[in-house]
């Protein structure tokens, strides 16, 4: 069996693709905590959403790794949840089940993506700096959620908000925590948002700021959420645009992903194509697809599977041995749950200063460019919506390069959001 992972041909052993799959692990492992206590805010039932997390996650590296014998472990991305939770249900006031119902439909569309030529298409089509304004506007968008659930960040009536009281226990702790991940990450260690979670809940434990529930335990009963979706609510004309932001966000985060740790692995053909890209792109949309029917946002490539490929990874062997270590996390439902949100929000505000780089490679000597990848970023937060984010980042764009007489220069898919995005504007 473990032939098909061809790792003579890639210079690699066994011993080296488990212990690269570890080393990712250890970096992504913070995901089975974050995602359900943001997606637990809808409603959802935090010990079915743990579930679904860890499947998602065990499932989607496993397929990822035997399929397209990729190092790419996958899990429930970081701003889909944030969008799903914040934008689709407490923003817009959708039932989470009529949400998960949407993201199952974009899985699906990714999927038929995936294995036709209109995947390339839309990846190609879409203009760099939009795709670098929407990676940063969710990293900001994830940074006002992190400061808002620790009480940073509060709410006032003259100026929209203000800061909260920062020599409180919750605000200090995040900060605390927030500075330990950072230091421990500029020192290179792959398990920096782990250990300081961790870190900052030992010490809630001990001032009494949080509390210990226990480490093992059987795995928390999936069923609430467990084919939970409304697909028939998804389908509605309301839904729309949020299909087009989850599969838009979706196809980009995974493109990307790809191509840089395909890149860090040595992988890349000589003409710069990837290889078995069909099956790596199967593998992630159906992923999303799944994770969605087990109750969870949507199922992605981590660029945190750039560790373990630091670490030696080159093949899927390190992928599918990360996918089991998740498999292993349903038995620490206790200890996620004893996780305080102070610890979370650092991790949170940690995510959003590494997605928010983007900024830095946009094409400041290009107005027409940067400006409306600027807006979308800023847009995000202060919309508190990554769709409408992404769709008035779509408009300026179309509108700058028409009144700057470079309309050429936008590709068919601009001025199809736009004008998609325009119509919801205007009627919805």
């Not at 052993?13 to 805010?41: D, K």
């Not at 879409?126 to 506007?137: D, E, F, M, N, T």
């Not at 030992?202 to 226990?214: D, Q």
């Not at 700058?400 to 919801?424: D, Q």
């Amino acid at each position: 069996m473990l032939e098909r992972f061809q790792m003579a041909k890639q210079g690699t052993t066994a011993q080296q693709e488990v212990q690269a799959g570890l080393v990712t692990f250890m970096a992504m492992a913070y995901i089975v905590v974050v995602n359900p206590s943001l997606l637990s805010q809808t409603g959802m039932d935090y010990g079915a959403v743990f579930v679904a997390t860890c499947l998602a996650a065990a499932l989607g590296s496993l397929a990822m790794g035997w399929l397209a014998n990729y190092p790419v472990a996958l899990a429930p991305g970081m701003g889909q949840n944030a969008f799903f939770t914040f934008a689709v249900v407490l923003g817009e006031g959708h039932r989470f089940e009529t949400a998960l119902g949407a993201v199952f439909v974009s899985g699906i569309i990714f999927v038929v993506l995936s294995v036709l030529p209109l995947r390339a298409w839309l990846i190609n089509a879409i203009p760099r700096s939009l795709k670098l304004g929407i990676a940063a506007g969710i990293g900001l968008f994830i940074g006002f959620i992190s400061l808002r659930n620790a009480a940073i960040v509060v709410d006032d009536p003259a100026t929209l908000v203000t800061s909260g009281t920062l020599l409180s226990a919750g605000p200090m702790m995040a900060i605390l925590g927030f500075a330990l991940i950072v230091a421990l990450a500029a020192r290179g260690l792959a398990a920096a948002v782990l250990l300081g979670m961790l870190a900052m809940t030992v010490l809630g434990w001990l001032t009494g700021t949080a509390e210990f529930k226990g480490v093992l335990a059987l795995p928390p009963d999936p069923t609430p959420l467990l084919f939970a979706l409304d697909i028939q609510g998804a389908l509605s004309l309301s839904m729309l645009t949020t299909i087009l932001t989850l599969l838009l966000v979706d196809v980009f985060d995974t493109a990307g992903t790809l191509v840089a740790v395909a890149e860090r692995s040595g992988i890349v053909r000589p003409d710069g194509s990837l290889p078995r890209l069909r099956a790596a792109l199967l593998a992630d949309s159906s992923a999303t697809a799944l994770g969605a029917l087990l109750g969870t946002s949507s199922t992605t490539s981590f660029i945190e599977s750039g560790a373990g490929v630091a670490a030696g990874g080159r093949t899927g062997l390190t992928a599918a041995t990360t996918g089991l270590l998740f498999l292993a996390c349903l038995f620490l439902a206790p200890l996620a749950q004893s996780v305080p949100p102070f610890a979370t929000a650092a991790a949170l505000l940690f995510v959003a200063c590494l997605m928010a780089r983007g900024l830095a490679d946009l094409p400041w000597d290009d107005l027409t460019e940067a400006a409306p990848a600027v807006v979308t970023a800023l847009a995000m937060p202060l919309f508190f919506s990554v769709a409408d984010g992404i769709g008035i980042g779509f408009i300026v764009y179309a509108l700058v390069k028409l009144i700057s007489g470079r309309a050429g220069e936008a590709p068919a898919a601009v001025w199809l959001i736009a004008g998609i995005f325009g119509l919801k504007f205007a009627f919805l």
